[in-house]
């Protein structure tokens, strides 16, 4: 399982360094975040440093509709620079063919013109419900896709987007179906590039339902069986267990808006935020805590430590506050670490691994408990029975 | 119920082209020959048309009876890779014999024997390669057939041969419940009964009253994989000889398959883990990538 940066704002040195320290596999550009020169400068960059990564790049068409909405924040896709295939639409437009068609070739076209190792193709989010006219129009951009980008003679693989609110995906058997028709195209893209849209960034438990979670890695299993490269954006924590499933990667980054999808990062604000706490991935937590919660237990429940190499970057003498721009460092390593450990050629043994690592993280969040230690809401074992419970319920979706 | 069987000189009666005839076997409304015709031995197949009593049903019947041959053959003759039977010199014929309404063509006769009676005679187990072999020929079928607008719905060991025939080892049969996917369905009312296939071989989809409206060629993917694992482990994945119908339906429904490893642990794990996933309850959880399963047969990953 190949881990990506999943790149946004106040970038710094944070890839850079994700790369000189050999915990990435590839990066996923943001538009909204970079002009197109500067963009073009990193991806040579990544291309010396990094000689194997892959490098793509999210055109994030599916924030198209609030183009033309007053205080979107959209960034760098209001420039120039994007607007070649960043053109203020309408829902009403693409439910013509024709206009899919120009839509795909003009941002396909873009991307040909990138130092990129894949071009990912546009496509609009599903915002409620798989059988619906979105859903109609985003199963259009992932057919017509190939055929557009054949016309290009370019040789790079082509991953169709298909990016989804975890609403949409509540229908059980919408979801069946909705997958069975994108996994019988006549001209199939050559992988997909999934994202599952909260309603907010801060919505921890839209993402972590059993529901969302056995749905994500439904869609991850299916088109894996189907014989196509499945990449995740915004995966963050469940990376590895989309990788059991079959993905073949997954990416995040540093902000929560890098570690969630939701269209709320490009809509207009709804007021100030505060910079937050640095956290520590834990691994046997299976999730981020406080850095004062990890410097208060990490000697009683030595259990918390990784043990892995950046944990130098949690100083006890500086009672565990990392600098702030090298938290997402232990954060990709965290989850390289998890994808090394729970991912592997045998499912049924990984899907084993899971659950056993649920478990035992339950049991240490017990133990913490037991010491009187009340963790903060972030940082509670609130994700785990979400987590059992999606996976019991993939491993019924799946027949597995 | 079964054909009435016109004797072998009524036959040659209506159809004097017909030099010899001997019967070959008879199965619900269907009797096959071998026959001589011109010259050259083919395989006669006589399909009894129901009865009308002039009802709307009755006739409803008789349309779709007659729409399935002639489905199957105009499937035939569009069909070219030796993986599929080929018709032979005598085009689709309407008769009467006896008062009784048949249809008669023929088809390239066979050398060999089906898969089902080679089951049930308890040969020995077929080899890698032969399975191996026997899959990348349904599996070319099914790509010619959907290429073409078919899905063929009635794969089974019954509806495979195996030949005498170093060159062309299996060849796939009767398309008479093919189902074009272009055209108008021929049930008269869709939703009022079973699909035709033999239930045993029921893909869980088929069950649904409304799968025409979805309807692919994962479901010959999923009867290739019932064939496949039949013919290698000599036993079904789901039915039980004593089972009834609703209980070999349910199964279908709910029962996963055992994996074919259990019966034929010296086949490759490649092998047997797709056939597994090819008999997954849910379309999209077969691999449909059929260029890909081709290469994967062929000795591929």
Known sequence: MKLFAQHGASEGEKITEGFARGLLDGVIYSPRDVSLASL???????????????????????????????????????????????QPRRRSQLERESQIEEELAAALTFQSGLNVTGIIAPNILIPNSLNSIESVISKNFIRLAKSQYAS?????????????????LMDKQELVDFISEITLLDNPPDGFYVLISARNTEARSDIY???????????????????????????????????????????????????????????????????????????????????FEFNQLRTIFPAIVNK???????????????????????????????????????????????GDSIKQAGLLYEAIQARGVRPDPKSNDEHLQPLADGLSLFKKLAEL | MSIIVPTNADIQRVLPQIQSIAMLDTGGFKAVYRATIGGHTEALKLIQLPTSDGSTDAEAFKREMTGRVRREVEALSRCNGPEIVKLGTLALTPMTINAVDYVAYSEEFLDGSDLWKLIISGASKPTEPELRLLFLTLLKAIREVWTLGYVHRDIKPKNVMKLNNGARQFVLLDFGIAYSVQDTGLTANPTARMPMATYRYLAPEMMNPTFRETIDYRTDLYTTAMTVYEYAAQRHPLAQDRDDLMHTISRALHQPATPLAAHRSDLSPILCQTVDQMLKKKPALRPANLNSLIQRMEGGS
């Open chain 1, 152 to 168: 290009l003679n370019d040789t790079r693989p082509v991953y169709a987007t298909l990016a989804i609110s975890r609403n949409a």
């Open chain 1, 308 to 354: 892995l190499a950046e944990d130098v970057l949690y100083d006890p003498l500086n009672a565990s506050e990392p600098q702030r721009n090298m938290e997402v460092i232990q954060s990709w390593e965290a989850v390289k670490a998890l994808n090394a450990g729970l991912v592997g050629t045998d499912q049924t043994k990984a899907l084993k691994k899971c």
């Open chain 1, 209 to 291: 339902n059993a529901d969302v979670i056995a749905a994500w890695m439904f869609i991850n299993h299916t088109l894996t069986v189907n014989g196509f490269k499945v990449i995740n954006g915004y995966s963050d924590i469940l990376t590895p267990f989309l990788g059991v499933a079959g993905g073949v990667a997954g990416a995040f980054g540093w902000w929560s808006n890098l570690k969630v999808f939701s269209l709320d990062r490009f809509a207009p604000s709804s007021g100030g935020g505060r910079l937050p706490i640095q956290r520590y991935l834990s691994l046997a937590l299976l999730n981020r805590i406080t850095f």
């Open chain 1, 40 to 86: 073009k400068g990193k991806l040579s960059e990544v291309e010396t440093a990094a000689g194997t990564a892959e490098r793509l790049f999210d055109p994030q068409y599916y924030s198209i509709f609030l183009n033309g909405t007053a205080e979107a924040r959209l960034g760098w896709l209001l420039e120039e620079d994007y607007e070649p295939y960043f």
